[in-house]
């Protein structure tokens, strides 16, 4: 029998026209139990020098079908990577071999702080004219959510979609989004006298760990009350890991027949697109924009429509949504965010291009700013950043994409255990979506528009940041206001506003929600006001405690009067408390629901409160 493995072994390799001392042994023992495209596999990997991968290999007989199944993964690693496994090693030793040298990625660049008159503050003239014009452009456009990740980071341990944007009304991220872009569909038709109204179409891209978990969020909620047939989930791939400078592929310490893989980053989101054929369709749909986000901006959607105007207006190919960003902070607390400035080339070339934190700050130390990344008289940063929010438009996109086939320029971030640059852990190549304009040629025209006001960086902050919004929006509108008062939970102090919230369909836009407003009225600082249905009108509203109203769309409700009631308190909680749901941890406070007024409208009608 081991004669006959022995020769079937032998004339495999004849065949290929191999020599049985430069294959590992125990790969030439196993070789009768691979189909011929398992058997070129294999010889890929050896030509990419990975003949570790077979060191630990048992004799024929022993383990076949997970041998088998190291094949299955090899042969999906190598159709998912552009140019495959090969492609991704040569690539791999090059950055790996920049990093080790300590190579500045930015060598030849000359930084300064981007120019432009893209500064937009909310409620203003110049802000309310993009506002329409991007509300017209609305109906033309396609929703790109990046939503691969679970929220471990924040200590929830689910996907980050399913996390309570803010937990006065419990309304999920993935439902504010859905939500925002049907009031978007709806307010672009009404704007535009369409007699039918255009669906926006809305794209998530997953992950092995988020994929069948959005889809059952979705699912179990009637996708939000969007189509199910507006929404399409993409997949994305991982990436096999490395070992070592030397680009040798790392086997999983739990499974020695399979390579360790990670995510290869949402820069993918570009080749999937491509890939799907979707860019295609949109384009001879009559699409003119595609809109990136990712997966925890609650306050995104109050700035998109206006951005959508500046990119109409200046006609971008590229335009980056940002934010004024107070520097001097601990690099922890910025884990996704990036800076964005005018970068300019030897060649005398400018860009526009988004610079990591971690790298800004000895950039701009090398480049006649000696004291580095530091606030200005403003308060804010010169260099504003990039929140990972981009519209392209679709035409220049997809004849880039026909040159690229979505790939985006790599990098690599391996962790060094000393000097001699060996690693501590495996790592691999990575992507960003917002790297795509660094590829572009010179006369594409990359723009930015900034929107004023600092961002947050946790469920704590970013919960409060939405109440801050849509207080500042209502002072914007006339309301008066009682100022916010500090308080600190998991740490972290923060200003606390009214709890103010509305659903999307009360209205989007600044200039239709100050046509909501009739009268004098006021909200004092301890309230809390929930508005949930299309046609409800605040008169002479004085409001000194806890507010909810629900009316379905036939309904026409005006609220006025002095409403005045115990009111929902904040109380902290501690967040290691397991007793509490994560949900409620993350932000270190829950709400204490004392008294309330709450009125619902479920008959068509015309009614006064």
């Not at 065949?15 to 294999?42: F, M, R, S, T």
């Not at 471990?152 to 991220?173: D, H």
């Not at 995510?263 to 054929?277: A, E, Q, R, T």
């Not at 995104?300 to 207006?313: C, H, M, N, R």
Request: with cysteine; charged share 25%.
């Amino acid at each position: 029998m081991a004669s006959a493995t022995a020769d079937s072994s032998a004339k495999i390799l004849s065949d290929l026209n191999v020599n049985a001392g430069d294959w590992p042994p125990n790969l030439v023992k196993n070789l009768h139990l691979l189909h011929p495209d398992q058997i070129e596999l294999a010889k890929m990997l050896l030509v990419l020098r990975q003949s570790h991968l077979f060191q630990h290999w048992p004799e024929p007989g022993v383990e076949d079908k997970r041998k088998k199944a190291f094949f299955a993964q090899v042969a999906k690693l190598n159709s998912c990577y552009p140019g495959g496994l090969a492609s991704y090693v040569k690539n791999a030793k090059e950055l790996l071999a920049d990093s080790k040298e300590g190579k500045n990625p930015y060598d030849g660049f000359t930084p300064s702080v981007p120019t432009g008159d893209k500064v937009l503050s909310f409620g203003d003239d110049n802000f309310i004219r993009f506002e329409e014009a991007g509300i017209k452009e609305a109906q033309d456009a396609a929703f790109v959510l990046v939503a691969g990740g679970l929220g471990e980071r924040l200590g929830y341990n689910e996907i980050k979609v399913a996390l309570p944007a803010e937990t006065t009304t419990g309304t999920c991220f993935l439902q504010l989004y859905i939500e925002s872009i049907l009031a978007l569909q709806e307010a672009s038709s009404r704007l535009s006298q369409g007699t039918c109204q255009k669906e926006i179409p809305f794209v998530i891209m997953t992950s092995d760990d988020s994929y069948s978990r959005t889809m059952n969020l979705l699912e179990s909620n009637s996708y939000f009350g969007m189509k199910p047939t507006q929404v399409k989930l993409l997949k994305q791939e991982k990436v096999a890991c490395l070992d070592d400078n030397d680009a040798r592929l790392a086997l999983d310490p739990h499974d020695k027949y399979k390579i360790q893989t990670k995510p290869h980053g949402h820069g993918d989101v570009h080749s999937l697109l491509y890939s799907s054929g979707l860019l295609k369709i949109w384009h001879d749909a009559g699409l003119r924009w595609v809109l990136f986000f990712q997966d925890t901006n609650g306050l995104l959607f109050k700035a998109i429509p206006a951005a959508l105007g500046v990119s109409a207006t200046k006609q971008y190919h590229v335009n980056c949504l940002l934010f004024n960003e107070k520097q001097k902070k601990p690099l922890e607390e910025l884990p996704d965010s990036l800076t964005v400035m005018d970068m300019k080339l030897t060649s005398g070339r400018l860009m526009v291009i988004n610079v990591e934190y971690n790298q800004l700050d000895p950039l701009l130390r090398a480049n006649a700013h000696p004291d580095g990344d530091v606030n200005c008289e403003t308060g804010y940063s010169p260099f504003p950043g990039n929140i990972n929010q981009l519209i392209l438009e679709l035409g220049p996109y997809i004849e880039e994409l026909k040159k690229t086939g979505g790939a985006i320029e790599e990098f690599v971030n391996p962790k060094y255990k000393d000097a001699s640059k060996t690693f501590k852990s495996s790592t691999r190549l990575e992507c960003m979506m917002q790297d795509y304009p660094k590829t572009l040629p010179p006369s594409a025209k990359v723009g930015f528009t900034v929107s004023k006001g600092n961002h947050y960086h946790s469920a704590t902050s970013g919960e409060m940041a939405i109440y801050r919004a849509n207080s500042r929006i209502l002072q914007k509108a006339g309301v008066k206001l009682e100022d916010p008062v500090p308080q600190v939970f998991n740490g972290q102090e923060v200003e606390v506003w009214p709890r103010v919230t509305w659903k999307p369909i009360w209205r989007l836009t600044f200039s239709e929600i100050k046509s909501k407003l009739r009268g004098s009225c006021s909200i004092s600082q301890r309230s809390t006001m929930a508005l949930k249905g299309r046609n409800i009108f605040l008169e002479d509203l004085s409001l000194d405690g806890a507010l909810a109203i629900n009316s379905i769309d036939g309904a026409k409700v005006k609220v006025g009067g002095l409403i005045r009631n115990k009111g929902w308190s904040l109380e902290s909680i501690d967040h290691k408390d397991s007793g509490i749901p994560e949900e409620l941890r993350t932000r270190g406070f829950r709400i204490n629901k004392i008294e309330q007024l709450e009125k619902t409208y479920s008959e068509a009608g015309e009614f006064n409160f």
